[in-house]
């Protein structure tokens, strides 16, 4: 198997997820929203794998292994991420991936349900010409990136967290000389008044 892709998540644990949806859905109604979110971006990976040799892996924070195979299933390979930043988690999650002889290597978060399996399969095609890929997210981060070979300094030196992470991501690729492939630019759900893109799930 050539391809991999690695979805980042949280077990749905009430306070410790979707926190800044707190004031709005409350500890419950958050961790309802992190479940929910997962399990589309879960389904949209597994229709991707209906016609594409694809390894499935989730690197997950909270909980543990068993609880993340009684909620989400055993189809899938669970890691739990290490300690550090966005950018120590991704980096390592791919050197990780490509140390098994991978090719092309897409990570995905839960947080952004127009990431289908349209967007998903865009990505593992224009890896197959491209350095990097990467899917803007309109708050100025990005939903998806993905690589060819592992390009650590992609992940250094970034404010994650903030409306810079992409522009950041884009200048180091231009000064690395990459060869880089976008997708659409897409709404992440980070706030309450981003609610209204949970028609996409429910759909």
């Given at each position: ?8 998540s ?5 306070g410790?997820?979707k926190?800044?949806?707190i ?5 419950e109604?958050?961790a309802?929203?992190?479940?929910r979110?997962?399990e ?6 597994g229709?991707l ?9 989730v ?15 055993d189809?899938?390979?669970y ?7 966005l950018?120590?988690?991704m980096?390592s ?5 490509f140390?098994?002889d ?16 349209n967007i ?12 990097l ?13 993905g ?13 994650w ?13 231009e ?9 659409p630019?897409?709404?992440?759900i ?5 609610l ?8």
């Open positions: 198997m050539k391809e991999t892709l690695i979805i980042f949280r077990y749905p644990e009430p410790k997820t926190t800044r949806m004031p709005a859905l409350g500890a109604g958050a309802n929203l992190q479940r979110l997962s589309h971006t879960l389904k949209q990976s229709d794998k209906q016609f594409r040799e694809i390894d499935i892996v690197y997950f924070t909270g909980g543990n292994i068993d609880l993340m195979q009684n909620w989400l299933g189809d899938v390979n890691f739990p991420q290490i300690e550090g930043d950018g120590i988690k980096r999650a791919f050197a990780d991936n140390a098994k991978r090719e092309r290597i897409v990570i995905i978060g839960i947080d952004c349900p127009g990431v289908d399996c998903l399969e865009l990505a593992f095609n224009d890896l197959q010409n491209n350095d890929v990467l899917g803007a997210a309109e708050d100025g981060g990005y939903y998806l990136i690589l060819s070979k592992l390009v650590p300094e992609l992940f250094i030196d970034i404010a967290g903030t409306d810079r992470v992409f522009a950041q991501t884009k200048s180091i690729a000064k690395l000389d990459l060869a880089v492939a976008y997708l630019t897409l709404r992440d980070d706030r309450p008044e981003d209204e893109l949970m028609k996409l799930v429910d759909n």
